[in-house]
């Protein structure tokens, strides 16, 4: 190998500390060696956060599989008290929200800053709806007391008002508890997702407002989109498991 | 074949009078620095404080253990001391000891690159260890947390009074922390490596921190949530883990041991990757099989994602799974005696020398193969009945993780403390502390594998009279080996103003670190290097260093 390859001498101008003569944009992070590569690694390293958020929603979609292959009576009647309007509104909200989000990213492609603006604020109220729609049913949830530690009653599953119902034995209206108890623990973990996500946006805004994404400098509404899909994936699959049991009968 | 290689004359070593530990001054400019070699120092001071308590709680253990009775302390403090001492060590010094502090400082050199991909999340990271490390030291003050460091359920959940929910909420936080380390590693590998570092050129330091990354994006999650769950089934007292409830506490464990077992390969993958370095370093030969050694880390990543279920095998999961479990726990000691028969034959004619860091080597290479036959009597599903819950467990363990990883650790921050400091640590010191700490490991935990096999369980603080001759030699070793980890926690620090000036290429070593000053630049390459030659090249070296630049500093 010619020794020169690997300069061992430090360079004048690097070295000294002092701002040097910059040949790229601003946004480009000293350590990259140039713009693309920076771009690459901010992506690759958003789809591995992402394989990280798939493994953490993954101990508890494994947990609600064991438990309802054991209890599936149980889980069934649980889930026909949701209230399945509510449910899929919110599905419909959250991919129109993934909608929006994906025409900001084209808007920052685009360079268009108050059409980027416009998208991430409809993204933000999307997001609102769904988490107000959310609260709603956890309202009326711990109104028909089935929030598991605080106030759980099998009343309405042993003795069903809906004629409907299949009324449960004790013991099994026992384990809805455990089926309330992963809905909350779900549907919680997904709406804290979204809470940091609408924090996010907030800044996002504020970024955009000051013309910081379209610029050139698309990746962090891009890997944003990344994240606001992934957790929209994940409701796409809440939905049916725990909305949709045994709906058919 | 070796090449001949003659060390340089360290007489005439200057220290560069700009480097990253001088180009910038004051304490937020280390707080809130990028550099991924200042993280690493932050990493450094901080693995080693937590290490020294649960040093110190590993010291009461044997103290309580020199008589039978439990006579030192009450067996609810002696509950306490072990699970404190337990989840110190594994998830504040164990999992982040190589990766967050020498892969930190070297990755970046070792690829060719000025820094980690996401130099601020590796900051964050260290917050995230800090955070962690108070929520835990916070859960001990307080009172402490008596259910050993695996949280078994129903037991952590519903039958203790304990601060469990605090120190899952610091183990939750250093989890997110190694999940930003592995995320961080991963993309640098991946985007980062400079012209012509292919895959098949990168140090098996770099394959070995690659593997470990794998694991603990996938690995860590999974812990999280289960932390979660426990936390959430202990405050609002509801059951996915309480069989009185319907839940299952089996599926804690799986959840568990899902993390927990391949966060051992965390903890030893970082090791042996230190292990590859030093062997070819001090043998002046490429490390035979490079391929095979690159590859088998990443087996013992995979493999190591589907053996958790021999924790279980006497909670009552079914024979059938168990026996395969079995199987494919014997088979990840199929890469790893890859790993110790090719680092055998890179000994092979080689130049040896014994410096420092190839003791702590040896001694890894033999402890770690002592630890790792014993874990196939334990993946045995007969022996295991018998063994499992006893000191043969811990022993076998201990042997891993103190007699392999440790080891590596300190042959690691022998191996660099020239690079990362620009000074020698003293010689003759260190080889004495190397061998009082072989000396001192195998006096301590050799007793043990006996005493287990006799059936004393482990977790109890008195034992049978019967037992105390091999207690005694264990808490002999133990105060040995604690010399052995005392004196380079006073000679490092020594050195550090005393210490004999290195040079650039102090052992003569192949990597690209070794190629820039010590210690580096703040963005460690003037200019982006070129590589273009193989890994552990001596013959290069051999020819470099005729017309070598000397650092102008």
Redesign the interface.
């Known amino acids: 190998?010619?020794?020169?390859?690997?300069?061992?001498?430090?360079?004048e101008l690097?070295?000294s500390?002092l701002p040097h003569a910059h040949d790229h944009p601003a946004f480009m992070?000293?350590?990259?060696?140039d713009i693309g590569?920076q771009r690459?690694?901010a992506s690759?390293?958003m789809w591995?956060?992402l394989?990280?958020?798939i493994?953490?929603?993954?101990?508890?979609f494994?947990?609600y599989l064991?438990?309802r292959n054991?209890?599936h009576p149980a889980f069934v009647a649980g889930s026909n008290t949701l209230n399945i309007a509510l449910g899929t509104t919110n599905t419909a909200v959250l991919i129109g929200s993934s909608f929006t989000m994906a025409m900001a990213v084209y808007s920052a492609e685009m360079r268009r800053k108050g059409q980027l603006i416009l998208f991430l604020t409809l993204t933000i109220l999307l997001g609102f709806v769904f988490i107000g729609i959310k609260g709603v049913e956890w309202t009326t949830e711990y109104q028909e007391q089935h929030v598991?530690?605080?106030n759980f009653s099998i009343q309405e599953f042993v003795h069903p008002t809906n004629p409907k119902a299949i009324p449960l034995a004790p013991d099994m209206a026992?384990?809805t508890?455990?089926y309330f108890?992963?809905y909350f623990?779900m549907t919680g973990?997904h709406a804290l997702h979204m809470i940091i996500g609408i924090s996010l946006l907030f800044f996002m805004v504020w970024r955009a407002s000051r013309g910081a994404y379209t610029a050139g400098h698309v990746i962090p509404v891009e890997n944003f989109g990344l994240y606001w899909h992934f957790v929209d994936i994940v409701w796409i699959f809440l939905f049916p498991l725990l909305y949709l049991i045994s709906r058919y009968r | 074949m070796s090449t001949i290689v003659s060390l340089p004359d360290q007489s005439t070593a200057k220290l560069?009078s700009?480097s990253y530990l001088n180009?910038e001054y004051g304490l937020k400019s280390w707080l809130l620095t990028g550099d991924h070699k200042r993280i690493a120092m932050l990493y450094l001071f901080s693995i080693t404080f937590f290490f020294i308590i649960g040093g110190v709680l590993a010291g009461l253990i044997r103290l309580e253990l020199l008589t039978p009775p439990a006579d030192l302390m009450a067996t609810d403090t002696y509950n306490k001391v072990f699970s404190m001492h337990g989840i110190i060590m594994v998830f504040l010094f164990l999992v982040p000891s190589v990766p967050a502090t020498i892969g930190n400082f070297l990755i970046p050199l070792m690829v060719g690159?000025?820094?980690?991909?996401?130099?601020k999340i590796n900051l964050l990271s260290w917050y995230l260890y800090w955070i962690g490390g108070i929520f835990i030291l916070s859960a001990m003050v307080l009172g402490g947390v008596d259910t050993g460091w695996t949280f078994t359920t129903p037991l952590s959940t519903h039958y203790v009074n304990t601060h469990v929910v605090t120190a899952a909420m610091g183990i939750f936080m250093a989890g997110f922390s190694s999940?930003f380390t592995g995320?961080?590693f991963?993309?640098?590998i991946?985007?980062?490596r400079c012209p012509g570092m292919t895959w098949f050129r990168l140090p098996l330091f770099v394959w070995g921190h690659y593997a470990t990354s794998i694991i603990m994006?996938?690995?860590?999650?999974?812990l999280?949530?289960?932390l979660?769950?426990v936390a959430?089934e202990r405050?609002?007292?509801?059951?996915?883990f309480d069989p009185t409830?319907?839940?299952?506490p089996l599926?804690f464990q799986?959840?568990f041991w899902f993390y927990s077992h391949p966060a051992v390969y965390i903890m030893i993958l970082p090791g042996m990757a230190v292990i590859s370095e030093v062997i070819s370093t001090f043998s002046r030969k490429r490390v035979f099989g490079y391929t095979a050694v690159a590859f088998s880390s990443v087996a013992i990543a995979v493999f190591g994602f589907l053996v958790w279920e021999h924790h279980m095998f006497i909670m009552g999961v079914s024979q059938y799974s168990a026996l395969v479990f079995s199987l494919m726990t014997m088979l990840v000691a199929v890469p790893s005696a890859i790993k110790i028969f090719n680092w055998s034959m890179t000994l092979y004619k080689g130049s040896i020398t014994f410096e420092t860091p190839m003791l702590y080597a040896f001694g890894f290479i033999g402890l770690f193969t002592i630890g790792g036959l014993t874990g196939i009597f334990l993946a045995t599903l007969g022996m295991d009945i018998h063994l499992t819950e006893t000191y043969f467990v811990v022993a076998h363990f201990h042997f891993v993780m103190v007699g392999g990883m440790l080891m590596a650790y300190m042959a690691g921050i022998h191996f660099w403390w020239p690079k990362m400091t620009g000074r020698m640590y003293p010689e003759a010191m260190s080889k004495t502390a190397a061998v009082i700490t072989f000396i001192g490991f195998i006096v301590t935990f050799f007793p043990q594998f006996i005493l287990g096999y006799l059936g004393m369980p482990r977790r109890y603080a008195a034992y049978p009279a019967d037992f105390q001759v091999l207690n005694v030699f264990s808490t002999a070793g133990a105060s040995i080996l604690g010399i052995g980890y005392l004196l380079p926690l006073l000679y490092l620090p020594w050195s550090l103003i005393y210490g004999q000036i290195a040079g650039?290429n102090p052992w003569q070593a192949t990597g690209?670190e070794w190629?820039?000053?010590s210690p580096p630049?703040t963005?460690n390459?003037?200019?982006?290097?070129?590589m273009?030659?193989e890994a552990y090249d001596y013959e290069?070296l051999a020819n470099?260093t005729h017309?070598?630049?000397?650092?102008?500093?």
């Not at chain 2, 409830?245 to 299952?248: E, M, N, S, V």
């Not at chain 2, 390459?525 to 070129?530: K, L, R, S």
């Open positions: 190998m010619d020794s020169t390859s690997i300069a061992t001498t430090p360079h690097e070295s500390g992070r000293h350590h990259f060696e590569q690459e690694a690759f390293g591995v956060f394989l990280t958020e493994m953490f929603f993954g101990g508890l494994c947990a064991i438990l054991w209890y598991p530690g605080i026992e384990k508890q455990l108890f992963l623990a973990m | 560069p700009k180009q690159a000025r820094d980690l991909a996401f130099p999940i995320l961080n991963i993309v640098t991946h985007r980062m994006i996938l690995g860590t999650p999974v999280a949530i289960t979660v769950l959430l405050i609002f007292n509801i059951g996915v409830k319907g839940g299952d599926l799986h959840l650039n690209l190629q820039i000053q630049l963005e390459f003037t200019e982006i290097p070129i273009d030659h290069w470099k017309h070598e630049v000397q650092t102008v500093g």
